[in-house]
């Protein structure tokens, strides 16, 4: 057993590995892949585009197909710029804070915007 292996999650040094994925005991977050110490700490703040860029705050992205805005019946169209983006501790996947003009403030999953 790799004693070297943190949840990405919580930070856990108890995680373990059933086949392919590797399962936190103390969160119950399973994921695939290793995650050493010392890779925890670099790659646990990285958020990447749908294309695998990583995103930094202030960076402009562009939506990539349309998205549904909850509690509206309008959409925001696919292409749609986002300037000046804040990136957050994810909820319920939401990893970016943003505002929009005639929408107001509003959070993205980062699978869904590409770096512009």
Same mark, same amino acid.
């Given at each position: 057993?790799?004693?070297?292996?943190?949840?990405?999650?919580?930070?856990?040094?108890?995680?373990?590995?059933?086949?392919?994925?590797?399962?936190?005991?103390?969160?119950?977050?399973?994921?695939?892949?290793?995650?050493?110490?010392?890779?925890?700490?670099?790659?646990?703040?990285?958020?990447?585009?749908?294309?695998?860029?990583?995103?930094?705050?202030?960076?402009?992205?562009?939506?990539?197909?349309?998205?549904?805005?909850?509690?509206?019946?309008?959409?925001?169209?696919?292409?749609?710029?986002?300037?000046?983006?804040?990136?957050?501790?994810?909820?319920?996947?939401?990893?970016?804070?943003?505002?929009?003009?005639?929408?107001?403030?509003? +959070?993205?999953?980062?699978? +869904?915007?590409?770096?512009?």
């Amino acid at each position: 057993m790799d004693t070297n292996v943190v949840c990405p999650k919580c930070g856990s040094h108890y995680a373990y590995q059933d086949r392919q994925l590797w399962i936190c005991p103390e969160c119950a977050h399973e994921w695939n892949g290793t995650k050493t110490v010392e890779e925890g700490a670099q790659q646990e703040e990285a958020v990447l585009d749908a294309n695998g860029n990583r995103l930094v705050t202030g960076d402009t992205v562009a939506l990539i197909k349309d998205l549904k805005v909850k509690g509206s019946s309008s959409a925001i169209k696919g292409g749609t710029k986002v300037k000046n983006i804040r990136l957050v501790e994810a909820v319920d996947g939401h990893n970016i804070a943003c505002r929009l003009e005639g929408i107001g403030s509003l +959070f993205l999953k980062s699978e +869904f915007v590409r770096k512009v």
